[in-house]
């Protein structure tokens, strides 16, 4: 049980209106609800928020009595006298007179649009009421609330979001983020309006969420954005005065969270990392991980840059149904997409799409080749050379998982953005070892490899150059027919039934001294040998000249979620290791870490690998190629268990600790996460 301190201040100071209703301190208010703040539910703020509201505000009087504007300019008074201070602009202004373009009017924090409706409690609650200058309010509209680059991309925004807005506005076409010294403040308010109308009995239901549905009106982003201003803009005694006599002067209710500021975290939870690729939060999918899926689990193997464009894709591993699949001819300049071209997103449809199928865009013999919509710009490939990119949205990166260069080639990672042009692109890390081909350039291509085999090798086959041919003159009929992907022959119970991605490299120190961590992600029997390497694997072999480690796994063996590891003391059986051959020494200009183990019929199994080089070699080279920083990629890793990052010294994995085995195997995969 975790204890958590719940403090309070109570503000006094000059009111302008006196208390029409009683019950609203702190101590009276809340006396109804059971036990303390930790232990109040979101039902239990509900029911007295809506008991509590004693009086429901006209809009406009037409009597001059008591009214929506009345409120404002009491609870929102400027420095001044006879003065209010404007949400968006952070300045003040005559309260008199008002409503009119050239003076101030009354912001709805969450939009009439977006669920609040024309009359009734929600329509003039004052807690989520604001004076704003008219025409910026007109700027903000209905959007959502949220920094630039969230939903969409950064060269969307416009800072200020008005130029009559405060200098730290900014707005793109969906969202507006207000000042950063209101934004507690109204994502405190948007708190309130939630939980205040939460449906039920026929109420008003209003919904805060990073996941919004086109086909419902109710809802309003991002909560995690709100959920970060609420803590990057904590309550002041300017909001704690306000919170007081709205409800003794005007409404008779409370907002709970600027009372108690950790109600937010107990009934919204904890916020999402920020999306990197301006697309919004990933929704919808388990664990917000791309369902599991990773480079080279779906490729292209046919394209017509010839009017129409037509693309040709191949499942190599289940695509879950409610995948979001995205397509683009945008360049990645190794952190981000460029917005200069287009993208088409699928959405695997019920049922999902098996390994081996072929399905595509832009051609109705391909399956879903006329079901792509449109996700920014236009997808339009240049028959003078292009690339395509194809991936999905992780919880705070982009999963990328399959490429094509038809431009001779792929360019260096991190130039400046616009030397990429509409024809060029860096390789994403991802993609380095598996996933991509690089062709000559020609107008069109078809792949006519092998359509059956392991994933593993028809991913190498996809991935070669002499697997294609290509045209300048002839369009091609895109591959329809489907591939069967067979399952590796590796016996499930060799190394006492560890294979692949069982283990997992977490952190590499090459700087002396050597330090190597893992993570089992199964349990490893007792007994189990496990060997760990420097040396290059070739394809078929280990190359001799460096060295190799033996763990042989204790009594009881290592249960799954165990991290162990070698060359510090802090981790468990590091002093357990001895030596099987050479000497292993990490060279900190660049290396490669393979771990091992023999199946009962002496064959390798390969279970990790990680590379600090930046890619891996091909197989098959004459031994010396390889050097003492190279290594072949083990076929068997080609789906899941290698690691590929760039050059470093050092390195740790820092990403997600829980979930399933496939989604934390492809986490520890990306090289984001590292």
């Known amino acids: 049980h975790t204890a958590h301190l719940w403090i309070q201040f109570f503000i006094l100071g000059p009111l302008v209106s006196t208390a029409t209703y009683s019950g609203c301190d702190i101590a009276t208010y809340y006396q109804s609800l059971v036990g303390t703040p930790e232990d109040w539910s979101r039902s239990d703020l509900h029911d007295l928020l809506g008991t509590t509201h004693r009086n429901i505000l006209p809009y406009t009087s037409s009597s001059g009595g008591d009214d929506a504007w009345k409120a404002l300019i009491d609870l ?21 007179p008002h409503g009119t373009s050239s003076t101030w009017n009354r912001e709805h924090l969450w939009p009439k649009s977006r669920g609040v409706e024309y009359e009734g409690a929600d329509f003039t609650d004052v807690h989520h009421l604001r004076p704003a200058d008219a025409n910026v309010n007109s700027a903000r509209n209905n959007k959502h609330f949220s920094e630039c680059g969230i939903a969409e991309a950064m060269s969307e925004c416009t800072t200020p979001a008005h130029p009559e807005a405060a200098v730290d506005t900014s707005a793109d076409p969906t969202t507006f983020s207000p000042p950063a010294s209101v ?19 026929d109420e008003l239901d209003l919904v ?18 709100l959920l970060k201003w609420h803590e990057q803009d904590p309550v002041d005694d300017a909001e704690r005065t306000r919170n007081l006599q709205a409800c003794q002067a005007w409404q008779g209710n409370r907002n709970p969270f600027v009372d108690f500021p950790n109600l937010a975290s107990q009934i919204f939870g904890t916020p999402s990392p920020d999306p990197s690729w301006g697309n919004g939060y990933p929704c919808g999918l388990p664990d917000g991980t791309c369902s599991g899926l990773g480079g080279g689990d779906v490729m292209i193997v046919t394209v017509n840059s010839d009017n129409p464009d037509v693309v040709a894709l191949v499942a190599l591993s289940d695509l879950p149904e409610g995948t979001d699949l995205y397509m683009t001819d945008n360049a990645w300049t190794g952190s981000s997409f460029q917005t200069n071209e287009g993208t088409v997103k699928l959405t695997i449809p019920t049922g999902g799409i098996s390994a081996g199928t072929v399905f595509g865009y832009g051609d109705a013999s391909l399956l879903h080749g006329n079901d792509w919509i449109g996700a920014g710009g236009t997808f339009s490939l240049a028959a003078s050379g292009d690339t395509i990119l194809l991936y999905c949205l992780g919880a705070n990166n982009i999963v990328h998982l399959g490429g094509l260069s038809l ?34 350039h020609k107008d069109n291509v078809i792949y006519n490899g092998p ?29 329809t027919t489907s591939f069967t992907v067979t399952i590796p022959t590796t016996s499930a119970m060799d ?9 997992m490299i977490i952190l590499m120190n090459s700087d002396n ?21 420097d040396n290059a694997w070739t394809g078929s072999k280990f190359r001799s000249g460096e060295g190799t480690k033996k763990l042989t796994i204790p009594n009881g063996g290592i249960s799954t979620g165990t991290i162990f590891g070698y060359g510090d003391a802090n981790l468990d059986y590091s002093d357990n290791w001895v030596g099987a051959g050479g000497t292993f020494s990490l060279s900190a200009s660049g290396d490669t870490v393979l771990l091992y183990c023999f199946s009962d019929a002496n064959d390798y199994v390969h279970l990790a690998a990680l590379s600090f080089t930046g890619d891996w070699e091909i197989p098959g080279l004459p031994d010396s190629d390889y050097g003492t920083s190279k290594s072949a990629l083990p076929a068997s890793l080609s789906d ?6 760039g050059h470093v010294d050092n390195c740790r994995y820092d990403g997600r600790t829980f979930g399933s085995k496939t989604v934390l195997q492809q986490a520890i995969l990306d090289p984001d996460y590292w």
Do not use: H
């Open 183 to 201: 934004r507690g403040d109204i994502a405190r308010a948007l708190f309130y309006m939630d939980v205040r109308y939460s449906g039920g009995n």
């Open 76 to 96: 929102d008074s400027g420095s001044a006298p006879d003065t209010v201070k404007l949400i968006y602009s952070g300045i003040d202004v005559p309260a008199n």
């Open 495 to 503: 190394c006492n039934g560890v294979g692949p991605g069982d283990i």
């Open 407 to 440: 431009s001779n080639g792929w360019a260096q990672s991190g130039l400046d953005p616009s030397s990429y042009g509409t024809s060029t692109s860096a390789l994403p890390a991802g993609l380095s070892s598996i996933g991509a081909v690089a062709l000559p």
């Open 640 to 645: 899941v268990g290698a690691v590929t990052i």
């Open 208 to 225: 805060l969420t990073d996941c919004l549905d086109p086909n419902e009106s109710n809802q309003l982003g991002y909560l995690s954005q």
């Open 451 to 479: 359509q059956s085999g392991t994933k593993g090798a028809i991913q190498t086959s996809i991935s070669t150059e002499g697997s294609w041919n290509g045209s300048d003159s002839q369009r091609y009929n895109p591959i």
């Open 513 to 533: 001294p050597d330090t190597v961590a893992f993570v089992a992600l199964s349990d490893i029997s007792e007994g189990t040998e496990l060997y760990m390497t």
